[in-house]
Every structure is written in C-alpha cells, then in structure tokens.
C-alpha cells in the first residue's frame, strides 16, 4: 500500500514539474517536439495525463500530441525499464539467428516485443539495424552492444544487470 501510495505522490510531483516546464512554450505551436522531449525527459513516458498538458500549453490538439508521439519512435507510451534492450531483426543479425536470440530474451523476461517487466527493470524493442553486422547477431542494452549472441548466451548477458 505504501509503495503504491509513494508512487502515486512520484507521478503526482512529475506532473507537476511538466506543468512549470510547459509555461515557457505556452501557445507556442512549433514547440510540440521540444515539450514532449522535455516532458518525457521528466517523467520516462507520455502518459494521457502529460499528453493533455502538453495539448493545454501549446494549443494544439490531443490528436496532434498524440500522432507526434505514435510517429516519432523515441516517444514512449508506456513506462520504459531501466534497461532498454533493442535486438537487431537487420539482415546480417536476422540470418545469423537474431530471431531466436529474440525467442529466447522473450521467454527469459516473460514479455514481448513493445512490453516491459513489472518491476521495470527490463523494455524489449526489435529495431531494422544497429550497425553491428560484423557482430551479427547483436543486441544494444542501453547503449552497450553485445554481439555474436546465442540464445544460450542471452542468460548471462541479462545477468549482468542484476
């Protein structure tokens, strides 16, 4: 109950730090991308409620918020785990095995592609290319690349970050 109740406060107290934020691009229209930047900085994601905000300060519509949010893919959501794990589906990773090194990352942490863990401590994405064909198949967990995996390697990769 106490948990739920600090994290309560904690959203509350972000809401309110998007709200002092967004005084300085109020009515400014050309600044949707630069207030969900911040705002998303603030609180990890772009819940409904910041959306509305940020629709409110700028003058523009929920619509619009939320299609800039759905179009650019570094908007989020939902909340994001602490660690970001992106496997490269690009054709180098995808022929050497990247799929099942996906498989594998999916069974380990019990979600899918797009989801998070309940605690928050792991986001799993695919993405097109990291730029590691050389490594094929690679992940990126935050901004670390881990390459020539194996779905028997991908527990001791996530042990890392426990």
């Keep these: 109950m106490a948990v739920a109740l600090n994290q309560q406060q904690d959203f509350i107290e972000k809401l309110n730090q998007i709200k002092d934020m967004l ?5 400014q229209r050309g600044a949707l991308l630069q207030a969900l930047q911040e705002a998303q900085g603030i609180m990890g994601y772009l819940p409904i409620e910041v959306q ?23 908007f989020n959501l939902k909340p994001r785990g602490k660690y970001h794990i992106r496997v490269c589906l690009g054709t180098a990773c995808y022929v050497r095995g990247a799929e099942k090194v996906l498989d594998r990352l999916k069974t380990e942490l019990g979600i899918e592609v797009g989801d998070t863990t309940d605690d928050l401590k792991f986001s799993l994405d695919a993405c097109r290319c990291i730029g590691a064909c050389g490594l094929a198949p690679a992940i990126i967990v935050n901004d670390e690349v881990y390459g020539r995996l194996t779905p028997d390697k991908v527990p001791e990769v996530l042990k890392k970050f426990e």
């Design 23 to 27: 005084k300085k691009y109020k009515g």
């Design 52 to 74: 509305k905000l940020v629709s409110e300060a700028l003058g523009v519509t929920l619509s619009e918020v939320y299609s800039t949010i759905t179009f650019y893919s570094f």
